[in-house]
């Protein structure tokens, strides 16, 4: 079956630093990924998705992600980030074994900012 | 659209007690899904319709629970007889159901059962 991992629980970045959350993944061939975003009380956002095609995905609030098949990657990037982007991260796979409708999660990334 | 619409957003009920929350997919998605999020286990599907019939439900825990879709503006997920352990937070998420479109989820039902 496929599967993501998010190797880290807990980050802490300064407001205005940049942030780099990660996430594995496990399948032969090309995946599709998804990066979701949860505020506390909140249900799961979008923030982007890679298909195929260009590596470098853009998405909204100022995220972005490069998918590297060597690294069997898919990291969550922001150059600046801002207090409000504290939250908790879900990296997901498409679970193109049955169906191209289940998604696979990752157990999360809780983003802490600092002052 | 106003998005996927859960409710109750909180329910506090005894062991034993059945448990409906109930779910308002977005108009004209093809797919539902039911997630139960928790802090062991994290995001699991439990179940998951395309127009209105079960696709999937090798996710639900036991025969405990149930899911129904009656019709595309509405969807359950029954717990009877509940357990302590199965406090959590369920979440409904709908989608257009081809596989380059987003899964929309909606704000949740957080579930204790004492």
């Known amino acids: 079956a496929q599967s993501v991992t998010q190797p880290d629980i807990h980050i802490t970045v300064s407001e205005g630093a940049s942030l780099e959350l990660r996430c594995n993944y496990s399948?032969?061939?090309?995946?599709?990924l998804f990066w979701y975003v949860q505020s506390p009380g909140q249900g799961l956002q979008l923030l982007l998705k890679?298909?195929?095609?260009?590596?470098l995905v853009q998405g909204i609030k100022g995220f972005e992600a490069e998918f590297k098949r060597s690294q069997s990657s898919f990291n969550l990037r922001k150059p600046s980030v801002h207090w409000s982007d504290a939250a908790e991260y879900f990296c997901?796979?498409?679970?193109?074994?049955?169906?191209?409708?289940?998604?696979?999660f990752g157990t999360g990334t809780r983003l802490l900012v600092s002052p | 659209d106003a998005g996927v619409i859960q409710s109750p957003r909180h329910e506090v009920t005894e062991m034993g007690q059945e448990v409906t929350l109930r779910c308002k997919p977005i108009s004209g998605h093809d797919y539902l899904f039911w997630y139960r999020q928790t802090m062991m286990r994290g995001l699991e599907l439990l179940i998951y319709f395309n127009n209105n019939v079960p696709i999937d439900d090798s996710g639900m825990p036991e025969d405990r629970f149930s899911a129904k879709m009656p019709n595309a503006s509405f969807s359950t997920l029954k717990i009877q007889p509940s357990e302590p352990r199965d406090s959590a937070v369920y979440f409904c998420?709908?989608?257009?159901?081809?596989?380059?479109?987003?899964?929309?989820f909606g704000q949740g039902t957080r579930l204790t059962v004492v």
């Open positions: 998420a709908s989608s257009l159901g081809e596989r380059n479109t987003e899964a929309f």
């Open positions: 399948y032969g061939a090309t995946p599709y």
């Open positions: 997901a796979v498409l679970d193109t074994d049955t169906g191209f409708q289940k998604l696979v």
């Open positions: 890679y298909f195929s095609g260009d590596t």
